[in-house]
């Protein structure tokens, strides 16, 4: 219980205040009557990278996470939240230690966590850990292809994490905690103080002691971050956030599946060693942005972000090369290699944006023009002990470092003493962009734009003493237009291009060429007109080429020369109906496969045309209802229950390998005796079905969580 003492003597860290989406609109949005102050107010920090164009206008299929919808289900981490949006997959989460997933079929580089936005900053470079949800604002899911602003990326989408920050609209704040299934005890608090009407700050965070249905393997967690807002005048804000992490997660690869058949051990088995300890994980991160009126209807951003992140520890991981590996002809005994990674990366971003409307002639335009700079910096140790090679009949020794899986016995711990990464790793990139959604009539909008990037990487490999630099630029377009059929439905459809820089060379010591991508989306918006009811259906087709594969002659190395395809369809409703009753509904259907011949790029397997990417479900549904009940003096009653439907997905690629569908029901109660208290009980995976979420290999395969119930308490004010 270390870290709720911790937490408790830091008094307001934490928090998930039940506050209302934030305003990013100018208080000049509605046309000027004759005679009216035309004084611009800030009423609310703009996006950068979004310019004036409400989400509901923006060609693309956009889909919104409430922060409060996340309470209520009492989703504390970003992958489970992800879990509710349509098309997106999880993937390979390197041992519990960071965030993977593709959206619509499409993941980035699995050495690293998969790429997202907080405030427009790039938060998942680096080694920061599983992002906590407690200071999460929204979530805006951007699919399609948005390289014309964002820059490098995959095509499938962006996710932007929208956070918590200091506002002057007033002082309040709230209280949780929380306790359940497998000693799980969290709390936390959210603070906003509006000092004057010119300044305020919030305090906002998190801490949390966990166990878990892994047997041995317990974690525990403080994040922070405050924020404050200065306005000096109606015209000039200015913002500045703090990211504070630390964690201690044991990395886990999960559980093995023996012969390709799963669960002939029990889910809880684990299969590493205890006395590795935990992977520990640290974050300092700052983000500023300076926002100043410069004329009606234009803006000018400026933003300033840092972030650095440290991840050091051991794990003992299944050895994935058959040669070494005793399970297969012993039938129980699994080799291990025991592994020291320390990892520490630093992220640096400058950028700025002007935005706002012009006009030629009656025809509007939403112009959006601007340029950033970035460099992260990688340093990456490892060491590792690798087991002998085994020849079938020979006895077990230490050399194997292998455990029973039927019966675990602890205690081996050999020094991993062979470095097999040393390097370090400078990416600077700097690129600029622009955009004009053109109002053709009060229906008919179409957006053209583009970026520009321009990308150097050097690799210094201290193991070898070379170096290695590679530069590339790239051209990203994008089109699309959207029309109001009527006051509540719009058809609209979009085009773009993208690219994502490979890391490393071939045999012949040439960079590989980058990841592009083609992407093409048409759908249809429904809003009504009191906005309490919104959905989407959109389908899409994406290309992607020069994914990298291994080299067919020259063992060891790799070439760009994979190609794939993801197609599909998605629906998405929100829906505030009468009476209390909320309905959030969605589907996807996503087929995402390899359309050239190939071997895989990590064990050298053969794929074929055809063949599903890995951890990609051709169907994925959610339905989650709520309905309140208003008992008057006596306060307010809340019930729902939610169902999840997974079908099943590629578990290794290269291999007939697959993970099992799921269907998953969860319950939920809440009850508030007055505005400022509520108590509530959740209840996920309700008829404790045994899954499996993802894997690499069928030697890594993460399971699900069994049933678990939480209570928790809610102070508001």
Do not use: C
């Amino acid at each position: 219980m270390r870290i709720l003492n911790s937490a408790v003597q830091a008094s307001l860290l934490a928090g998930t205040a039940m506050i209302a989406f934030p305003t990013i609109a100018m208080a000049d949005d509605a046309p000027n009557d004759a005679g009216t102050d035309d004084t611009i107010t800030v009423v609310g920090q703009r996006q950068q990278y979004r310019g004036d164009v409400p989400l509901a206008e923006i060609p693309q299929s956009v889909q919104q996470i409430d922060g409060k919808m996340l309470q209520d289900l009492n989703i504390t981490r970003l992958d489970t939240a992800l879990d509710l949006a349509s098309g997106i997959a999880r993937q390979n989460n390197f041992g519990g230690l960071w965030d993977a997933f593709a959206v619509r079929g499409f993941a980035g580089d699995e050495n690293f966590p998969s790429g997202f936005l907080v405030n427009g900053f790039n938060g998942g470079r680096g080694y920061g850990g599983p992002r906590d949800a407690s200071n999460i604002e929204r979530i805006e899911v951007l699919k399609g292809p948005n390289g014309a602003v964002f820059g490098r990326g995959e095509p499938g989408g962006t996710v932007n994490i929208i956070t918590k920050k200091a506002t002057l609209d007033s002082t309040f704040g709230s209280f949780a905690a929380s306790a359940g299934s497998f000693s799980t005890y969290r709390v936390e608090g959210d603070y906003n103080l509006a000092l004057t009407d010119k300044v305020a700050i919030r305090l906002n965070g998190a801490a949390q002691d966990a166990g878990s249905f892994r047997d041995t393997v317990d974690s525990n967690k403080i994040v922070a971050s405050p924020s404050v807002l200065f306005e000096p005048s109606s015209s000039t804000s200015i913002s500045y956030e703090m990211e504070f992490v630390d964690q201690e997660v044991p990395f886990d690869r999960g559980v093995v599946a023996v012969d390709g058949v799963l669960g002939l051990i029990p889910r809880s088995t684990f299969l590493g060693e205890p006395g590795d300890g935990p992977t520990k994980v640290k974050v300092l991160g700052h983000q500023v942005q300076f926002q100043q009126d410069i004329a009606k209807d234009w803006v000018f951003l400026a933003g300033f972000g840092y972030r650095d992140t440290k991840f050091r520890g051991y794990s003992s991981d299944p050895e994935l090369a058959g040669s070494r590996q005793t399970l297969e002809e012993t039938g129980n005994y699994l080799s291990r290699q025991r592994r020291h990674r320390d990892y520490n990366t630093t992220n640096l971003v400058f950028r700025g944006e002007i935005s706002g409307k012009l006009y030629t002639g009656s025809i509007a335009h939403h112009v959006l023009v601007g340029a950033d700079w970035d460099r992260f910096k990688i340093n990456l140790n490892q060491m590792r002990f690798r087991p002998s090679p085994y020849t079938a009949g020979t006895p077990i020794t230490a050399a194997n470092n292998a455990i029973d899986i039927y019966n675990p016995v602890y205690g081996q711990l050999p020094i991993p003493t062979s470095t097999i990464q040393d390097s370090r790793e400078t990416q600077k990139s700097w690129g600029v962009y622009f955009q004009d959604q053109i109002d053709i009539t009060d229906a008919f909008k179409i957006r053209g734009g583009g970026r520009y990037d321009h990308f150097r990487q050097e690799i210094v490999n201290n193991l070898n003493g070379t170096t290695t630099i590679v530069v590339k630029k790239r051209f990203s377009p994008t089109i699309g237009a959207l029309y109001q059929l009527t006051d509540t439905l719009s058809v609209y459809a979009s085009y773009g291009t993208g690219f994502r820089p490979n890391s490393g060379i071939d045999f012949a010591g040439n960079p590989f060429a980058p990841e592009t991508s083609k992407s093409y989306e048409a759908g249809l918006r429904f809003v009504s007109p009191n906005n309490m009811i919104t959905a989407t259906l959109a389908a899409y087709t994406m290309k992607k080429n020069n994914i990298l594969t291994s080299d067919p002659v020259n063992a060891g190395f790799s070439l760009a020369a994979g190609k794939a395809r993801s197609r599909g369809i998605e629906a998405d409703v929100n829906a505030k109906l009468p009476g209390g009753l909320n309905v959030f509904a969605t589907y996807a259907y996503t087929d995402a496969v390899w359309t050239s011949a190939a071997l895989d790029v990590s064990f050298g397997l053969n794929i074929q045309p055809g063949d599903p990417l890995i951890n990609i479900p051709k169907h994925a549904a959610n339905l989650l209802v709520t309905k309140e009940f208003d008992l008057g003096d006596a306060g307010v009653v809340t019930i729902g229950g939610g169902v999840n439907y997974t079908s099943k997905r590629l578990g290794e690629t290269g291999i007939d390998f697959y993970l099992p569908d799921y269907t998953l029901v969860r319950a939920l109660a809440s009850y508030a005796p007055s505005d400022g208290v509520k108590l509530s009980v959740d209840a996920t995976n309700l008829f404790n079905v045994t899954y499996y979420p993802a894997s690499y290999h069928r030697y890594w395969v993460s399971p699900g969580q069994p049933r678990a119930v939480t209570f928790r308490v809610d102070f508001s004010f």
